[in-house]
DNA sequence: TCTCTGTTAGGAACAATTCCTATTAAGGAG
DNA sequence: CTCCTTAATAGGAATTGTTCCTAACAGAGA
């Protein structure tokens, strides 16, 4: 008795696909809230991690802000716009691994890292020069 | 009349600077709420950031645990212990720059980028180690 | 089918942070 | 120096994001 099959677990993993990517847990719960109106925030956090864990989506955790799931296993980096918070892929040359290049562990053992690139999407840079053509007048 | 000179903002700063590195924003105001009881949480939350935005503390934004708060200015990189979320200091000789590798823009405009390292420090290493020989016997 | 076991659901509780409004520091006028 | 005006600030209320707890229930075996 390991893994039971629930509606819910099913429900959830069905949203991350139908969504579109790097959606909120928040924004799973809305959209199933819709149909289902008794399922539980707590059921949507839980399956979300619960299907990570198990490799079935992908867990982007964000700084500053919540985490975000992705229906796609394939490996890659993300951005996220300083302005709106919206996150979306970046391609990338393959990187050097970083965890050679350390030095001084002071007995830590290195496992991995994260990487979140920064940056101004297309939209926003848009509104910010609309601002600025504003304020020059 | 831009910045005012309070009573609060300098407590915040001190307190930055007294306690040990990698503070988080609770740390702070359990801290600070022991000598001046009325400091409210927002007060320190506000500040912390203005400093950190004036550039006199460095901000460190953490994915799955609260933001900490360093006095140090020198650039440097930051691991987190997976089990006991505790940070530190990582020594890492000089990366290549990562902005240049970046293909297919997709009109974003990149600004930078966090690396977050995650591993297991020696404490925790010890007590993984104790708990695996007891299921041994 | 019935019972037992441990996973799961849902909402309550909690944690981290932001927001709102009365307060107050700073600057200028008298 | 004192009063007045203005906008930054303080403190707590509110909000947001996530975890925890307990009753409910899926699945396995008798």
Known sequence: MERRNTIQRELVL????????????????????????????????????????????RKVEI???PDRFDFTL?????VECICCHDVSDVDLEALPDLIPRIHDHHGMKFMGYDILFKGLCESCQREAELREAVADD
């Open 63 to 65: 700084s500053d802000g």
């Open 74 to 78: 394939k490996e890659h980096y993300h």
């Open 14 to 57: 069905q949203a991350v696909r139908t969504l579109k990517r790097h959606v909120t847990a928040e924004e799973i719960f809305e959209f199933l809230h819709q149909q289902h109106p008794y399922i539980g925030k707590g059921t949507v956090y839980r399956n979300l991690n619960i299907l990570a864990s198990e490799g079935e989506i």
